[in-house]
């Protein structure tokens, strides 16, 4: 211990003060009492004596009061600074760091348990070792260098160095003597190597993760990673220029300020969305979550930045998918009851124009009427087909001649004119001649629009057979190719991906329709539409439809009406549809009977059975609002007679019943509205089982 000479020194000083004191104070006390009282030199002798032995007895126990009070005092202070310095060692010691203090000459003079465990070595023998002897050679002379910097600076230094695959954060702090001069160093090192491995893996995790994460510190971007430069399109040195507002599309930077601060205080957990503007100037949606975090020591802001544009289409998609079901639950209800008025005019014009006394003039206008009703037909038909993509209702169709009807009907009085190049062996096709004569009629009318001053439209059809190995996302098979060309203005390449899309329209007045039904038609009868265009000089549509191996059929309107007798019951909830069908049935030869609902149709048909007055056949609309309908009633009359000849009639045509009628127990199927020829064929085919 430095202090014991100087406390020593002390004491001794001390007793010898007192000795002195108290020796000349009883010298000159005694021998002047002495010869004051006592006279004879005998006596003077003797007291002499006595004094001397009581002086020396009197300061033996001074001597010992004093040397042993002091000894009490000295091994308290002893044991003191003993717990003090354990009390320093179990403090040094619980340290994770290692802790040690070097003298100038860079020797240990004094260490913790941490730094003798990493050495391998005990405290005892770290003491008075140079520590360069103790380290790798090109880690002490790093050490060598900041220990002379902190001697030289008199300032502290932080570092970190990395020895045996171990990483290290090491301090090297002065201590100054009473001069103020640095007189030993106070050495800390930390193993860090957990936490830089767990960096490591954060770092990567961060490089690898598919959304952007970005710190923000005074309204600067100070660190990114890959993920937001993907999501931006700026690199890394533009998007650390960058005021971190800057993306922000206009009209959301209020919004965003507003959420980021009330999750940076706690208010608020929910991430929150809004759009960006990339370098391509295209807008992109996000969903951002921020956090407070502290960067380079100072308060900063960690972001989270996930692109959702695909989540927000699919998000639109599901929009307008649930926005087309209350369009088609609508379209529904008004093409059922359009249908039905269809049917009465059409029922009506039919009948006038069997009419032998009629000139050619109103016969020509009856014809108009009727193809005006086709007309309005097609376009209640055409939103039902999109809205709901309704199954087809199949049979074989000619192309050549649904081409032609359909180019005299869309083309008439326009500018434009057709070039049509078939040849005679052309396929049929198994198809809905509604539903593929609304594909050809809005693929003239878009060809016929984008040649506002008229032009050529040539279309041509060819038999071809799709192989596996084919570009073509079609099954393997034989199919009938048609080609729709036209020199119209064109479709820029940024719009060509869009024209099938719902609403989408380069057109003032287009309602984006069109193209969309077609392809969802197309799409329903397993075939494939491909487009080609260029601007200012046409498109071309490619349309791949499933053939049929049969023979091309005949135009069964040469036929003309087929006559026929036997007992008709027709059920249906329309007065004016069963107004015209009995004026058509009694034209016909049939004699028949009428019901408004299934369940007295169902009287009527056990009755007539009962009478031996059977129907030959019964005609059921599918639909009866509030009452029993066709679906219904058809199960019940083939528990009755399993030999039961049913017709499916009805105005919503989309009902899966009527693409798949048999299946259901029908014989028949004919969709509203009809003409008296198609009611006369069907009839023929299911009372007597085959036409002419």
Known sequence: MNNKPIQ?????????????????????????????????????????????????????????????????????????????????????????????????????????????????????????????????????????????????????VRFEDMRNNKFFDNSIHPIFDA??????LAILSLDITKRKQAEEAFKKLVVKAPIGIFIVQDRRIKIVNPGLQVITGYGEDEL??????????????????????????GLSSVPFEFPIINKNGEKKWVMESVAPIRHEG?????????????????????????????????????????????????????????????????????????????????????????AKGGAPIKKIVSIPKLLKETIGLTLSGSKSRCELSIPVDIWSVEADEGQINQVFNNLLINSDQSMPEGGIIKISAENIMVAAETD???????????????????????????????YFSTKQRGSGLGLATVYSIVKNHSGYIQVESQVDVGTTFYLYLPAR????????????????????????????????????????????????DGSQALEKFVQAKAEGRPFA??????????????????????NIDRHVKAVVSSGYSDDPIMADFQKYGFCEVIAKPYKILELSKILQRVIVGRVN
Not at 580 to 585: E, F, V, W, Y
Request: with cysteine; charged share 25%; aromatic share 6%.
């Open 298 to 386: 100072e308060p900063a802001t960690v972001v989270y930045l996930m692109d959702i544009s695909a989540y927000k289409g699919l998000e639109a998609q599901l929009l307008q998918t649930q926005k087309m079901e209350a369009v088609g639950t609508l379209a529904g209800g008004v093409a059922h009851d359009f249908n039905n008025i269809l049917t009465a005019i059409m029922g009506n014009i039919g009948m006038a124009m069997l009419d032998k006394t009629i000139g050619p003039k109103v016969q020509k206008r009856l014809v108009q009427a009727e193809l005006a009703c086709h007309r309005a037909q097609a376009l209640s038909q055409q939103l039902l087909t999109f």
């Open 549 to 596: 191996e049969a023979e091309v059929i005949i135009d069964e309107q040469s036929t003309g009406l087929i006559m026929g007798q036997g007992r008709v019951l027709v059920m249906d909830d329309e007065e004016m549809v069963r107004q015209i069908l009995q004026d058509m049935l009694d034209y016909l030869g049939y004699e028949a009977d009428f019901a408004s």
């Open 179 to 184: 001069e103020g001069q640095v007189a030993k």
């Open 240 to 265: 650390l220029a960058k005021e971190s507002y800057s993306c922000i599309a206009p009209g959301f930077e209020k919004f965003v300020k507003e959420n980021v601060s009330r999750m940076l205080k």
């Open 8 to 156: 020593w020194r002390r004491l001794s000083f001390r007793i010898a003060v007192i000795y002195a004191v108290l020796g000349a104070c009883w010298i000159f006390l005694s021998d002047k009492a002495l010869l004051t009282f006592v006279r004879t030199p005998e006596a003077i002798t003797q007291i002499s004596m006595i004094k001397g032995w009581t002086y020396v007895l009197l300061t033996a126990l001074v001597l010992y009061y004093l040397v042993s009070s002091d000894m009490k005092k000295l091994e308290e202070s002893q044991k003191a600074v003993r717990e003090s310095k354990d009390i320093l060692d179990a403090l040094l010691n619980a340290i994770p760091e290692a802790v040690f203090l070097l003298d100038l000459d860079m020797i240990i003079i004094a260490a913790n348990k941490t730094l003798a465990q990493r050495l391998g070595k005990s405290i005892d023998e770290l003491i008075g070792s140079k520590i360069s002897a103790l380290l790798p050679p090109e880690v002490a002379i790093r050490r060598k260098a900041y220990a002379d910097e902190v001697i030289q600076t008199c300032k502290a």
């Open 617 to 638: 056949a019964v005609i059921l609309d599918l639909t009866v609002p509030g009452g029993l309908g066709g679906k219904e009633a058809v199960k019940e009359l083939l």
């Open 472 to 502: 073509l996302p079609s099954a393997r098979g034989k199919y009938v190719k048609l080609t729709f060309s036209d020199q119209g203005v064109g479709i820029s390449s940024k719009n060509l991906p869009k024209i099938f899309d719902p």
